[in-house]
């Protein structure tokens, strides 16, 4: 079977991703607004478990705990504080945007890069009291 | 035609002043949580190493065991709103939709309802 002479000579998506189309800051502060939301609900689902088990005595909060403390248990704490820094920092830009202000150009971009830098300032801020102390 | 009054007509077709409740209360509750969250989290930052009996210790301080519950209620109607949003966006049969949306909040309701019990057990037992 011979080619159609007007076959596509071109890269097609998912191959625009990141080699022809450039990621923007907002869209991409965006959808991880929402997917840290999504996120956090999960966690807040793990908050509960938690919780419950401390309810349930000693030996239910220790099954529970050692997955906790373990070292999976420990990233997934540590990306849920992030998460929860993110979407809380990002959260703070969308109440500032609710009241009308800061919807330049500069000022949206200003706005992504300070929440991005102080959800990891606030990340480590928190990791570093649970084991420095 | 119609013998009905254009101010027959109109009536009952207005808004029924519901329209931004639910963009308003998403609003109200995330402020809420912004200063409950982070109290939250460098709290128990500060239990890191902390066994079965120091965590109990914790949890049944009154001004702790409060803080949580507000904590715990805010923040599962937040992300009832929240999932409510995302479901509402992007599941497009009508019957899976209507379905899902009323499975989540059964679910955030059973697990505020457990989460808050739970503290209030052992605040209180």
Request: hydrophobic share 60%; glycine share 8%.
């Given at each position: ?96 945007w609710d009241f009308g202000?800061?919807f ?30 | 035609m119609s013998l009905r009054s254009p101010l027959g007509r109109a009536r009952g077709l207005g808004s029924a002043k519901q329209g931004v409740h639910h963009f308003w209360v998403q609003r109200v509750s ?47 109607y937040?992300?009832m709103l929240?999932?409510q949003v995302?479901i509402e966006d992007?599941v497009g049969h009508e019957g899976a939709r209507l379905a899902?949306l009323v499975?989540?909040k ?20």
């Open positions: 079977m011979s080619t159609p002479s007007s076959a596509p000579n071109r890269p097609l998506s998912p191959f625009m991703l990141g080699q022809y189309y450039r990621f923007q800051l907002t869209s991409v502060l965006s959808f991880l607004h929402r997917l840290t939301g999504v996120g956090l609900s999960l966690g807040a689902a793990l908050l509960a478990l938690w919780l419950i088990a401390l309810a349930g005595g000693p030996w239910m909060y220790a099954a529970v705990a050692r997955h906790l403390t373990a070292w999976y248990g420990q990233v997934l704490l540590f990306g849920f504080t992030w998460a929860l820094m993110y979407h809380l920092g990002n959260g703070i830009r969308h109440l500032v202000y800061a330049s150009m500069k000022a949206v971009y200003a706005g992504g890069y300070i929440v991005a830098a102080a959800s990891l300032l606030l990340t480590a801020a928190v990791w570093a009291l649970a084991y420095a102390i | 995330s402020a809420a949580l912004v200063p409950l969250s982070l109290w939250f989290v460098f709290s128990v930052a500060r239990l890191h190493g902390a066994d079965y009996a120091a965590v109990k210790h914790w949890v049944s301080a009154p001004s702790v065991a409060v803080a949580l519950v507000l904590f715990l209620a805010t923040l599962f937040h992300s929240g999932v995302v992007y899902s499975l989540s059964f679910v955030h309701a059973i697990l505020a309802a457990a989460s808050i019990f739970a503290v209030l057990k052992v605040a209180l037992g």
